[in-house]
Structure formats: structure tokens, C-alpha cells
């Protein structure tokens, strides 16, 4: 019989919790099955790949991910149910719109928007108020002396 001690121990078990988490961590995102039925602003032929980039740049402009405006299907909690109209998928979807009549307005951008985010042809885009938060970033960029 082999004796460790404890710290080995404890070193071989991080090392085991890191790689499990890291498998984790660099699976696969989840891909939505049927997403054809249930875009609102999004084009119907939108590729899975594009579809998983405007996703993507979501997660990061709002700091959030899948499952903050998706919900488990109430059939099959393993399982995403990707037509859900969630709280902030309802809010995503009105701010979509948004920041396409923002850039079409202001900016002369026209056309879908897929296309202008994906292309970056937006002046205006989630990250724009975001900037990697839930709630828009309503930091001043100078500092405001304090009354004293």
C-alpha cells in the first residue's frame, strides 16, 4: 500500500476539478434546433454559424449567457427549449430593434440586421451601451467634481 500525503492529495484533486471544468468550459455551445419558426428579426435562412455569432457577440456585450434568456424545456430539462419567448428574450428582440431604427435614423445604415452586425456596420450596437453588462453602462466619461 502506497501512502500520500495530504497536500498530494489535494494537488490531484484541483488537478482532477480543472480538467473536468475545463472540459466544461471548452465544450460546444448548445445549437438550436428549428430556430427557422421562431425568429422575429433575425432572417429565416440565417446560417447555424451566423446565428451562433450574433448569439456570441450578445453573451459578450451583455456579459450573460444561453441560459439568462433561454429556458430548459419543461419536457426535458437536459434540453434547451430555444422558442421560449423569455423576459429578456422579449427585451433583446425590442432592443434589436432598436439598434437597427438607432443606426437607420442616425447613421444612413439600412438593409437586415444580421447582416449590418455581423459586417459591423453598425455605429450603434449592444455593446455600445452595454459595454460587457447586463444593464446598460450609464458611466460618465469624465469625472464629475463632487459639491462639497
Known amino acids: ?17 480543472a480538467v473536468v471544468v475545463g472540459s466544461y468550459a ?3 455551445a448548445p445549437r438550436p434546433g428549428n430556430h427557422e419558426n421562431n425568429l422575429k428579426i433575425l432572417p429565416k435562412d440565417i446560417s447555424d454559424e451566423e446565428l451562433m455569432q ?3 457577440s450578445f453573451e459578450v456585450a451583455l456579459n450573460m449567457n444561453c441560459g439568462d ?10 434540453k434547451m427549449d430555444w422558442a421560449a419567448d423569455t423576459k429578456h428574450k422579449q427585451t433583446t428582440i425590442e432592443m434589436m430593434k432598436m439598434v437597427q431604427e438607432l443606426n ?12 449590418n452586425y455581423l459586417q459591423s456596420q453598425y455605429k450603434v450596437s449592444c455593446n455600445t451601451c452595454h459595454n460587457g453588462h447586463e ?7 469624465i469625472p464629475i467634481p463632487e459639491k462639497h
Open 104 to 115: 437607420k435614423q442616425y447613421f444612413g445604415v439600412d438593409g437586415d440586421f444580421k447582416t
Open 54 to 56: 450574433v448569439m456570441h
Open 69 to 78: 434568456c433561454h429556458t430548459h424545456s419543461a419536457t426535458d430539462p437536459n
Open 1 to 17: 500500500m502506497t501512502y500520500r500525503s495530504p497536500q498530494k492529495t489535494i494537488v490531484l484533486s484541483l488537478i482532477a476539478g
Open 26 to 28: 471548452f465544450s460546444p
Open 135 to 141: 444593464e446598460p453602462n450609464n458611466m460618465v466619461t
